[in-house]
Structure formats: structure tokens, C-alpha cells
């Protein structure tokens, strides 16, 4: 009796929470009007309250990998406040069609076609309709630096908000009425941030207000307590001080509702991820009638470690660039071969077997991830369903993520290997890709945002994958199945390069 109802208790408690959350997260846009557009080939939304007239605009730019949807935390928070928020995908990011290109490094390669772009935007959002000609800017992470020089070189811009600030650009003076917003986690940025803010005062101090924002000179730097690089975007200081930093550039006093988006995407993501636990209770009748082969301590070492050292050192001599998506192609090789290494060993010590079975279950597995899971990401979290032209760069990541991770299903026994095994799997697995950019930190660097997804990727998906693997007893349905969805989900997530 028990061993059925727990599955159904786990599945309504699921559902019940991913309902909430669903229904405080649409809460949050109550009353706001949201529309889309198209600036050339730049998808741009646009979000107000419908009556508005006589309004500031503000411009919304993502950070790398990211797309419209990480920002609507600032657009409703600021279109509640009365302003109409224009927030839009950058080139080779979300769906928007037309690639990154130039030079990274430089500043007249990429960076100089990504403000034109931005300038474009402007243009387009100064002419909505309600629009008074006052312009503000907010950035994240990279699009910080892009705003900040179009805020620079556009003397229509009013105000800069820059979240995760990096910029060369910036000036004791310029732009204007800047405020920097720092997660209190992100060390080295919330350090650039008071930088940035003693370029006008050598004795200012955070949430220390320097001139007067009504007449331009305002300067102000502020840390979001307890978040990082994402988290920073989802923080209420992060809303309550980007409205109270405008309402003082534009005279409007009064005080509106913030939205508090963080907690309940978490809840979300929890409550979506716990779904997989009552399903894959029904595999169990699939149950294979052996667990996987637990290796000698020795040959574990060997088949976790040797991966680790020699697919960077393998891969470090070689111009790998046959993807349109920065570092993608790269990633997909040290997958591969990472994978190939691991399951080589575990080849020779007779772990792997031939499963039909499991092969079959991969496929649900992979509907799940892509199909609920992901339809939950792009809704409220991030782009998860692109262009079709990703969909070549979703295989060929696919088929070097596979292999990845069928050895670390093997490794980690499908779930049932000892807690300490697990984490030595899965920390190996980040620190070749550190390796990996320490041996060529200006070509890989982009790795380096990669690993926080990759560990949120085991912690969420690794977890998942345990639950179907002690259910099934088959690590060939949670690695080719979690390969395809990793695969899905970096292909859909790095941008897009001219190459």
C-alpha cells in the first residue's frame, strides 16, 4: 500500500506547487500589457500598463547565453512603475536570427556591431506610442559594457542601470546617472562596481549616493545580499533599487509593486524536477534483473581520473571550430572524447552491456527534460525552444554529450553508487573543463559560463537521472536520455557565431 501511494502523494504535491508558482509568476504581470515586435531581425517585447502615456522608456539587454526572458523580472517591475520597457534578444542570442560576428576581443569587432544593434532598438522603442523622449538603459553581465557605451555616445540616454558590471568605458562623469548593481557573491565584479563608483569619490562606499540624479551627475553602487551572477537578477534589491534609481532621474516619486520572481522559479524548477520521481516509478515493472557492476576501487580512479587530465591535453594543440556557436564545438569534442575515454575502461572491466530496454526508456526520459521541463525554462526562465537553424548544433553537441553521459550513468551505477563516487564523477567533470581553459583561457574563456550550468545540470539532472536509474537499474536510459537534453540544452542556450 505504501509503496503505491507515495508515487501519487509526490505527483499531486508536484503539481499543486508548480501550479502556484505558475500562478505568482503570471501574478507578477497583472494588469500589464505585453506585445511583440521586430526591430529589422531583432525580436524586441515591449511591456507597459495599457493606459500609459507620457512615459520613460527603458531599454532591457540580456547577458551572454541569456535571452528576453532572464529580464522580465526588471520589465514588469518597471512597466508596474508606469515606464514602457523594451527588452530584447541580442544577435546569435534567444530568437534572434542573425549571428554574433566580428572579432570578441575587440572592441570595433563584436562589441561595436552589438551597440549599433542596441542604437536600433532605441530608435524603434522612442517611437511607441505613450513614449516622452526620456530614455533610461539596463544591462547585464556583457551587455553592460554595450550599454554603457551607447549610453556614452547617445546623448538621448538619461540613465544606466549596469547588473554584473565589467566596462572600460566608464568615466568619473560619464555616462550619466549610472548605477551599478553587484551581486554580493561576484567577488571580483562587485569590486569592479566600487571601483567604478571611486572614479568620482575615492572615499564613496556602497549604497552611498554620489551628485544628484535630477540633474545628471548621479553615481551609485549597490550589492544584492546572498546572490551571484544569475541570482543578482531575480534579487528584490536588484528591482526595488533600479525603480527607486529611475524614479529619481525622472521625478517619479511614487512607489510600486516589485517583482518577486527568484523564489518562486526555484520553487518551479524544484517542483517540475520532483515530477520525474513519481514517473519514473512506473519503469519499475522495466526493472533490469541485475544492478550495474560496481568497479574495484582502482579501476574507478582510473576510468574517472585519466578522462579528466587527458581531454584537455588531447584537445589543447588543435583550432577546433567547426560549429557556428561559440566554444559549442569544443564542448562537444571534450564531451566525446571525455565519454569515450571513461566508457573505454569501463568497457575492458565488462561494465557495459547491450540494453534495448534501457535504449527505449531514453526516450521519454529526453521527451520529459525537453518537452515539460524546457517548456517551463522558455516560458519563464530563458530561450529553450530557438531558431531551427540550432537544431544541427543540438545534435552535434548531443553526440558528444551522450557519451559523456552514458559514463558517468555507468560510473555512478545509475544512482546507486556510494555518495563519494558520485561527487568525484561529477567534479572531475567540471574541473577538465577548467583544465581545459586554464590551457587557453583567450580562446575558451567563454567556458568558464558554462560550469555553472553544467553543476546546476548535475544537481538538478543528475538527481533525476538517480531516481530512473534505481527504478530501472539501467544507466543506458538516464545517459542517453540526460546526453540528448544536455545536448538540447546548450545548443539551445550558447549563441550563435558567424564562423
Known amino acids: 500500500m505504501g509503496h503505491r501511494f507515495w508515487p501519487w502523494l509526490v505527483l499531486i504535491v508536484s503539481l499543486a506547487l508548480a501550479g502556484l508558482s505558475i500562478f505568482r509568476l503570471e501574478q507578477a504581470g497583472a494588469g500589464l500589457v505585453t506585445s511583440d515586435l521586430a526591430v529589422g531581425e531583432t525580436p524586441v517585447t515591449v511591456v507597459s500598463r495599457p493606459d500609459v502615456t507620457d512615459a520613460p522608456v527603458v531599454v532591457i539587454a540580456h547577458g551572454f547565453a541569456g535571452s528576453r526572458q532572464l529580464m522580465i523580472g526588471f520589465a514588469q517591475t518597471l512597466a508596474q512603475a508606469g515606464y514602457i520597457v523594451a527588452s530584447y534578444d541580442l544577435e546569435g542570442h534567444g530568437r534572434n536570427p542573425v549571428p554574433m560576428s566580428g572579432d570578441v576581443a575587440s572592441i570595433d569587432g563584436t562589441t561595436r556591431l552589438l551597440v549599433a544593434e542596441l542604437g536600433r532598438v532605441i530608435d524603434a522603442s522612442l517611437g511607441l506610442h505613450g513614449a516622452n523622449g526620456q530614455l533610461a538603459l539596463l544591462g547585464h553581465s556583457m551587455a553592460s559594457d554595450i550599454i554603457v557605451r551607447q549610453a556614452?555616445?547617445?546623448?538621448?540616454?538619461?540613465?544606466?542601470?549596469?547588473?554584473?558590471?565589467?566596462?572600460?568605458?566608464?568615466?568619473?562623469?560619464?555616462?550619466?546617472?549610472?548605477?551599478?548593481i553587484n551581486g554580493a557573491w561576484e567577488t571580483a565584479l562587485a569590486a569592479e562596481g566600487l571601483r567604478v563608483l571611486r572614479l568620482s569619490d575615492p572615499d564613496a562606499r556602497f549604497a552611498q549616493t554620489l551628485g544628484d540624479p535630477a540633474?545628471?551627475?548621479?553615481?551609485?553602487?549597490?550589492?544584492?545580499?546572498?546572490?551571484?551572477?544569475?541570482?543578482?537578477?531575480?534579487?528584490?534589491?536588484?528591482?526595488?533599487?533600479t525603480r527607486d534609481w529611475l524614479n529619481a532621474v525622472f521625478a517619479r516619486p511614487h512607489a510600486t509593486p516589485?517583482?518577486?520572481?527568484?523564489?518562486?522559479?526555484?520553487?518551479?524548477?524544484?517542483?517540475?524536477?520532483?515530477?520525474?520521481w513519481p514517473l519514473a516509478q512506473l519503469a519499475r515493472p522495466l526493472r533490469a534483473a541485475k544492478p550495474p557492476k560496481r568497479l574495484?576501487?582502482?579501476?574507478?580512479?582510473?576510468?574517472?581520473?585519466?578522462?579528466?587530465?587527458?581531454?584537455?591535453?588531447?584537445?589543447w594543440p588543435f583550432e577546433i571550430g567547426f560549429l557556428p556557436v561559440l566554444v559549442a564545438d569544443y564542448l562537444a569534442l571534450h564531451f566525446a572524447l571525455f565519454g569515450l575515454i571513461g566508457l573505454s575502461f569501463l568497457a575492458r572491466a565488462g561494465a557495459l552491456?547491450?540494453?534495448?530496454?534501457?535504449?527505449?526508456?531514453?526516450?521519454?526520459?529526453?521527451?520529459?527534460?525537453?518537452?515539460?521541463?524546457?517548456?517551463?525554462?522558455?516560458?519563464y526562465v530563458a530561450s529553450f525552444f530557438a531558431i531551427g537553424a540550432r537544431?544541427?548544433?543540438?545534435?552535434?553537441?548531443?553526440?558528444?554529450?551522450?557519451?559523456?553521459?552514458?559514463?558517468?550513468?555507468?560510473?555512478?551505477?545509475?544512482?546507486?553508487?556510494?555518495?563519494?563516487?558520485?561527487?568525484?564523477?561529477?567534479?572531475?567533470?567540471?574541473?577538465?573543463?577548467?583544465?581545459?581553459?586554464?590551457?587557453?583561457?583567450?580562446?575558451?574563456?567563454?567556458?568558464?559560463?558554462?560550469?555553472?550550468?553544467?553543476?546546476?545540470?548535475?544537481?538538478?539532472?543528475?538527481?533525476?537521472?538517480g531516481w530512473i536509474g534505481r527504478a530501472t537499474q539501467r544507466p543506458i536510459a538516464?545517459?542517453?536520455?540526460?546526453g540528448v537534453f544536455l545536448g538540447w540544452a546548450l545548443g539551445m542556450t550558447f549563441p550563435l557565431f558567424a564562423v
Open 215 to 241: 540633474a545628471g551627475t548621479g553615481r551609485r553602487a549597490v550589492l544584492a545580499p546572498s546572490v551571484e551572477h544569475v541570482g543578482v537578477l531575480y534579487a528584490p534589491t536588484s528591482m526595488v533599487e
Open 258 to 276: 516589485v517583482a518577486a520572481r527568484g523564489g518562486w522559479i526555484a520553487l518551479l524548477i524544484v517542483s517540475v524536477t520532483a515530477l520525474a
Open 353 to 379: 552491456r547491450w540494453d534495448a530496454t534501457g535504449l527505449l526508456l531514453a526516450l521519454p526520459i529526453a521527451v520529459f527534460c525537453i518537452g515539460v521541463f524546457g517548456s517551463m525554462l522558455d516560458i
Open 296 to 315: 574495484p576501487r582502482g579501476t574507478f580512479w582510473a576510468a574517472s581520473l585519466v578522462p579528466t587530465i587527458l581531454t584537455p591535453l588531447i584537445l
Open 152 to 180: 556614452i555616445a547617445d546623448s538621448r540616454v538619461d540613465a544606466t542601470v549596469a547588473v554584473s558590471m565589467f566596462s572600460t568605458a566608464v568615466t568619473a562623469d560619464a555616462p550619466a546617472n549610472l548605477l551599478v
Open 391 to 465: 537544431i544541427w548544433i543540438v545534435l552535434a553537441i548531443a553526440a558528444g554529450a551522450v557519451p559523456f553521459m552514458l559514463a558517468d550513468a555507468y560510473l555512478t551505477e545509475a544512482g546507486r553508487a556510494p555518495l563519494w563516487r558520485v561527487l568525484v564523477v561529477r567534479t572531475n567533470a567540471l574541473v577538465s573543463l577548467g583544465i581545459a581553459t586554464a590551457l587557453d583561457i583567450e580562446g575558451l574563456f567563454f567556458l568558464l559560463l558554462i560550469l555553472p550550468i553544467i553543476l546546476l545540470f548535475f544537481v538538478l539532472f543528475g538527481t533525476l537521472g
Open 478 to 482: 538516464a545517459g542517453v536520455g540526460l
